[in-house]
């Protein structure tokens, strides 16, 4: 078989297997440890083909108070509910590539601080309406690109804010200082430098607020530190304090809730550190040199509960954790720790139960107006039938009276009419009337005298 023909027999053998495999519907997977025990919801915020809906991925998380999801994507910020679903999302030349996020209140507002490296700035929007309400560029003012005819090489990577409003913005991908403005982007300082000493940084790429620590201290993710990656603590003013944990592999990015610290690590793995700053748990860790730290991972290869190259994170108020994944086809994932598990099962089977309730009670409902409305067309038919027999009646009650009423108009014409005829009895002259004893005598007289005209008529005929 010649190379061109078994990679056209290979290509369909994919072609057939690859569907049936991506048909296979991926189970939760369980991870960590102790305290620290979560499991995956698989297919979370994947679109109703079971698609990614990011793009490229090179980015972090942050939950804002309503526990919606931002997620920054090579092309914008996509927001997700809890549930998953896409909310609202934020596009176009002032959104791509943010390289990292960090959210925070502002009175009743909440907004959006970005370190975006490609487009040389940092920058601050309302998280609801997308507004851009500052701009940090690189401060001119810092005096370190005085006297040169080039750019300043700046390519900032993490962002973080002090709690009095002062941002912190680190160049990470390029000369490794890190700057400091206030809150309207008026330069204040810088510190560090790029290197491998105790005080430099080779690849300042993560950093936050350590609020585990009172006062508060800049956490940075020395990625690239060598031998191995490290966090380093600093305070607001830009003092070093000291190593908070080494030998790590390259950690990219740091959340903190509570007294834990959530680490994304590139090599594909999220590390959990205490207050003491012990490992307590390790999330994804990923075993196959090929696919950790590795871009080119596309969906069809992903695994459940493994990662590739770990980039962002972040808590929800429920200690749930929401992992980005430096990836071709744009990941992000959930995992609920275990804790939350019967509490979340609770709550669905109440909600469920609610749901359910709710059905039924629409269907009595439902039910209640159809027997309503029967009952109301009953009585609209009984009524509409009494109305006939009530009309019926009176038009018999009618006919009578006018029957009554004519019979007495009848009995008034014979009482009138007899009554007239009286009155004119009483008029006419009276009659002459003879004796009864006349008219004894007279009768027998009179037919005799008949018999004799008889007679003679007889004979003289």
């Not at 609202?88 to 601080?113: A, M, S, W």
């Not at 009494?386 to 019979?407: D, H, M, R, S, Y």
């Not at 008219?439 to 008889?454: E, R, Y």
């Amino acid at each position: 078989m010649t190379t061109r023909s078994l990679h056209f027999a290979v290509t369909i053998l994919l072609g057939l297997t690859l569907p049936v495999l991506g048909a296979e519907k991926a189970e939760p997977v369980r991870m960590g440890s102790g305290l620290m025990t979560f499991e995956t919801v698989p297919g979370w915020g994947l679109d109703a083909n079971g698609k990614s809906v990011l793009g490229p991925t090179h980015g972090g998380v942050v939950i804002d108070k309503a526990g919606n999801i931002y997620t920054s994507a090579n092309i914008g910020v996509f927001v997700f509910s809890p549930a998953g679903k896409v909310v609202r999302k934020f596009l176009g030349k002032d959104y791509t590539n943010i390289h990292d996020v960090e959210i925070r209140q502002e009175g009743k507002d909440e907004f959006i601080y970005a370190a975006r490296n490609s487009a040389r700035e940092g920058i601050k929007f309302h998280s609801v309406t997308g507004d851009i309400v500052l701009r940090l560029p690189f401060p001119e003012e810092s005096g370190l690109n005085k006297g040169k005819k080039t750019k300043f090489p700046f390519s900032p990577t993490a962002i973080t804010v002090a709690p009095n409003g002062d941002i912190i913005l680190s160049n990470g991908y390029a000369s490794n200082h890190i700057f400091k403005y206030d809150k309207s982007g008026k330069y204040l300082m810088h510190f560090g430098s790029k290197g491998n000493g105790l005080k430099q940084f080779n690849t300042a790429h993560g950093m936050t607020l350590d609020t585990r620590y009172d006062p508060p201290r800049i956490l940075v993710c020395d990625r690239n530190h060598q031998p191995k990656g490290r966090l380093v603590h600093y305070s607001l003013d830009g003092k070093f304090i000291g190593e908070v944990v080494t030998g790590l592999g390259m950690p990219t990015s740091a959340a903190v809730q509570g007294d834990y610290v959530a680490v994304p690590d590139l090599h594909g793995r999220l590390v959990i550190l205490d207050k003491s700053n012990t490992i307590i748990s390790v999330l994804g860790h990923n075993v196959n040199p090929k696919t950790r730290v590795n871009f080119g991972v596309p969906q069809a290869r992903w695994v459940e509960g493994v990662f590739s190259g770990t980039h962002g994170s972040y808590w929800d108020k429920d200690g749930n954790l929401y992992i980005q994944d430096w990836n071709v086809s744009g990941r992000l994932m959930k995992l609920v720790r275990i804790n939350n598990l019967s509490t979340t099962k609770n709550a669905a089977a109440k909600a469920a139960k609610v749901a359910a309730a709710k059905v039924n009670a629409e269907k009595a409902k439902a039910a209640k107006a159809v027997a309503e409305k029967a009952k109301a067309a009953k009585a609209a038919a009984e009524k509409a039938k009494a109305a006939k027999i009530a009309a019926a009646k009176a038009a018999a009650e009618k006919a009578k009276a006018a029957k009554v009423a004519a019979a007495k108009a009848t009995a008034a014409k014979a009482a009138a009419l007899k009554t007239a005829k009286a009155e004119a009895a009483k008029k006419a002259p009276p009659k002459k009337r003879t004796s009864k004893v006349l008219d004894v005598v007279t009768k027998p007289l009179t037919g005799l005298a008949k018999v004799i005209g008889k007679t003679l008529d007889v004979i003289f005929d």
